[in-house]
């Protein structure tokens, strides 16, 4: 079992940056970032394992980074460039390395996933 809280969230004009941060109860190999507006299925947004391989969905990539501090089990990202299409719940995600062999396991096998509660991230045109 592995605990996840999330923080960073909040309210921004479009075009601005905001950083979200996940602390875990515990070492993880895949740790990452999905996010869901109601109504529609949660996606992946960023992922990333141990060994710094990351995966990002295409509709973020170049605009948000995803990063880690292996010493803490802290897991960031930095989304730049917002726009309100990136309004949603975003939710931090980890696997152990049992169940995630790779990144892109987060996003493929995300019924293996362990979830935070979630923290909201509103960007106004």
């Known amino acids: 079992q592995v605990q996840l809280v999330e923080s960073g969230g909040g309210s921004v004009q479009a075009g601005g940056s905001l950083r979200l941060s996940c602390g875990a109860s515990t070492y993880t190999y895949c740790m990452g970032w999905f996010r869901q507006v109601p109504g529609k299925e949660r996606e992946g947004v960023a992922a990333i394992d141990r060994d710094d391989r990351t995966s990002y969905a295409d509709s973020v990539k170049g605009r948000f980074t995803i990063s880690q501090d292996n010493a803490k089990n802290i897991l960031y990202l930095q989304m730049n460039s917002l726009k309100p299409e990136d309004t949603a719940m975003y939710y931090c995600?980890?696997?152990?390395?049992?169940?995630?062999?790779?990144?892109?396991?987060?996003?493929?096998?995300?019924?293996?996933?362990?979830w935070g509660q979630g923290t909201q991230v509103t960007v106004s045109s």
């Open positions: 995600a980890a696997q152990f390395r049992a169940s995630c062999s790779s990144a892109g396991g987060l996003f493929s096998f995300s019924r293996n996933n362990y």
